[in-house]
């Protein structure tokens, strides 16, 4: 199992106040990728990382930032929490060698915003 | 509008039964990938298609690659309640630095003992 660790797994906040949830990885993969997923679509890409500081807008990144310090760590924030960004969260990262192109997940992390 | 629609969306069958779900697009890729995701965990990869026409078994599991490399279909033979879990498809789109993986809107498969 690649070694990818999410936390928090679950937390419930309200409107407006700020979250971060964060995602650590043991395999030194250099890609790293933020999803959130929602009944009917499927998994949607919100920012991911090239490198240590090195990233970009996904398709759904309105509300949303990140930060990649570290190669281990890449952290998104959601600077005032909306009911909208009720969600499940998936960090990935990519597979080993870019021909498989493999993308290995999280557990997820369930956020609730009241 | 999505780039990847996916047939159909909630499927319920008994045990035994044979079944296929869809992936389409209007676009054409060089490669697709089918992921499996069982409940409270994320996904897992299953395969990943390269070729026009290509088809690949996994198991029980059979996957086609389009000729035109726009679409793609799972068939299951002799479904089994292990096999319940969302199916989805995936493309990985080059972009700066690295690829981006879009997502499919997924189909939700139950398989009743």
């Known amino acids: 199992d690649a070694g990818i660790t999410q936390s928090p797994r679950h937390k419930v906040t309200e409107t407006g106040t700020p979250v971060t949830l964060r995602c650590h990885q043991t395999e030194n993969h250099r890609y790293m990728y933020w999803y959130r997923q929602d009944p009917g679509h499927g998994l949607r890409l919100i920012h991911y990382s090239y490198g240590v500081k090195d990233t970009d807008k996904g398709e759904v990144s309105d509300g949303y930032s990140v930060s990649r310090s570290k190669t281990e760590d890449f952290l998104l924030t959601l600077e005032s929490a909306t009911s909208s960004q009720t969600s499940v969260y998936f960090c990935?990262?990519?597979?080993?060698?870019?021909?498989?192109?493999?993308?290995?997940f999280g557990e997820g992390s369930r956020l609730t915003v009241l | 509008t999505q780039l990847l629609e996916q047939s159909p969306q909630f499927l319920s069958i008994q045990e035994g039964e044979n079944l296929t779900v869809y992936c389409n697009s209007s676009s054409v890729f060089s490669s697709l990938q089918w992921y499996r995701q069982e409940p409270g965990e994320g996904p897992v990869l299953l395969v990943t298609v390269v070729t026009g026409g290509e088809v690949k078994k996994l198991k029980r599991l059979t996957f086609q690659f389009g000729d035109a490399r726009k679409d793609s279909s799972l068939h299951i033979t002799a479904a089994q309640p292990g096999d319940t879990g969302l199916y989805l498809c995936a493309v990985r789109r080059p972009t700066s630095g690295t690829y981006k993986y879009i997502f499919g809107t997924g189909t939700r498969l139950k398989v009743l003992a």
């Open positions: 990935a990262i990519s597979g080993r060698g870019q021909y498989t192109g493999e993308l290995f």
